[in-house]
């Protein structure tokens, strides 16, 4: 179930979740050939700290050949637990990373955001996620409310370079790139304080039903 596609692009270099190194990120910028028009594929020169540190970085980002798509929980789904795991179909051939994020609609992932990735040699294959495997360092229980949950499909590369000072591990940094088509799903987490009132006026209906019942017999 294709509900909708996003073409964007990524890429990155640097240990982006290790306090040394440097990130450079960008994600939804659009269809590929128009990011090329501005950014033509080549040789990118990256300088970091007013040249400090530099590298040459080759940019030429493909384009995935299909998506992947959420299966469970269903687009739209409603009483979804706090801890969801996720089911996902890939027909991509040429993808070599599948990414999966659940972020709060409200905020579109201001206040939650929360990640998991899949990695490995093309064609990845469909399978299920558990929500221990969406890290936030330890993933806590999802709030009552709405969330979107957007599926990834990567084509591209991961590779360890050097900047051009030197090859000893302090100069080492990951570089990626590639493109990614995403698709969007939405589900929303039950509210069990609505849920306990409903309860409430319900018991509160039988005994009121109950009582009438009493009264009738004494009449």
Known sequence: MKVSAT?????????????????????????????????????WSLSVNGGVLTATLPFDPQEPDGIVTVTNPANGAMNVTSTPGLAYENDCTNCAFLLFMIEDAATLGLVT??????????????????????????????????????????????????????????FEFQYGRGANLETTTSFSVPEPAGGASAAAIALLGLARRRRGAAMGTRG
Do not use: K
């Not at 990524?10 to 190194?21: D, K």
């Open 113 to 170: 955001e929360i990640e998991a990735m899949v990695i490995g040699p093309p064609p990845l294959p469909s399978g299920q996620l558990d929500f221990a495997d969406f890290f936030d360092g330890a993933p806590t229980p999802l709030a009552d409310g709405s969330y979107r949950l957007i599926a990834g499909a990567g084509a591209g590369s991961l590779e360890v370079r050097n900047f051009d000072q030197g090859t000893e591990p302090a």
């Open 7 to 43: 073409p964007g692009w990524y890429g990155a270099c640097g240990r982006q979740r290790e306090a040394r190194g440097v990130g450079l990120t960008a994600r939804r910028l659009g269809a590929l050939a128009a990011l090329l028009a501005d950014y033509p594929a080549g040789s």
